[in-house]
């Protein structure tokens, strides 16, 4: 079974340009979330897609993020304009609904894309 | 969400068995202890998860006293591809899949 797969896995830009990550959940589950990991600090939250609606949001650090999920599948990351506060390291995670199976859920991880704004 | 306290970081030896202990003194009824394991260049994976007493599968066993305001985390005979941090999770169902990460413990396995 393939894992949650992310692209690319590293991406060098210069401040004020546009940058799109994607990530590809493992197929059939429904919730897909972004975390990062910016220099020196813990991973944290983005944000939650139940398919292919914003379930939470409220980890995204401003307007320059913008999270889509077409049709329910991959999703996609873009930050425009870049800032270089945005370097670090962007985890997308897949999980299926745990609720009917008595275990609380289980998160499936991406590699990550490292992100280097100049 | 309830606040974990873990170490640093733990060196051990191949071979030898590592527990290291996670305290969460505001953990609620409705709270999973969740343990992440996280190598260099990846994502966390998931280790294992319990709610209450032991819990064990083919990489780690899960200790949870019945106050649940701690757990240990327990790996047998650890060896060099061990080395990796350590995410002790407190983890709500009704904040699917928000969790909070901490700091984690670093584990060395030395030869």
């Known amino acids: 079974e393939a894992g949650v797969t992310q692209f690319p896995s590293h991406s060098v830009i210069e401040k004020g340009q546009t940058v799109t990550l994607r990530c590809d959940p493992i197929s059939g589950h429904d919730n897909l979330y972004w975390y990062r990991r910016v220099m020196g600090k813990e991973i944290k939250f983005l944000l939650h897609?139940?398919?292919?609606?914003?379930?939470?949001e409220s980890g995204m650090p401003n307007n320059r993020f913008l999270a889509e999920r077409t049709g329910g599948t991959y999703s996609t990351l873009k930050v425009q304009p870049a800032e270089l506060e945005d370097s670090g390291v962007y985890f997308c995670a897949s999980s299926q609904d745990p609720r009917g199976t008595g275990t609380n859920e289980k998160l499936f991880f991406g590699s990550g894309t490292q992100l280097s704004v100049l | 969400l309830a606040k974990t306290t873990q170490p640093i970081s733990m060196d051990s030896y191949e071979g030898q068995e590592v527990n290291i202990t996670c305290s969460h003194n505001?953990?609620?009824?409705?709270?999973?202890i969740t343990w992440y394991q996280q190598f260099p260049s990846q994502g966390p994976r998931f280790i294992i998860q319990?709610?209450?007493t032991k819990v064990t599968n083919e990489v780690a066993s899960l200790f949870i006293p019945a106050d649940r305001k701690s757990s240990t985390l327990s790996l047998p005979r650890v060896s060099l591809s061990d080395t990796a941090v350590y995410y002790c999770i407190v983890d709500r169902g009704s904040t699917l899949g928000r969790l909070y990460f901490g700091r984690g413990t670093q584990l060395t396995v030395w030869p």
């Open positions: 505001n953990i609620a009824t409705n709270d999973y």
């Open positions: 319990g709610y209450k």
């Open positions: 897609f139940v398919k292919e609606s914003k379930q939470d």
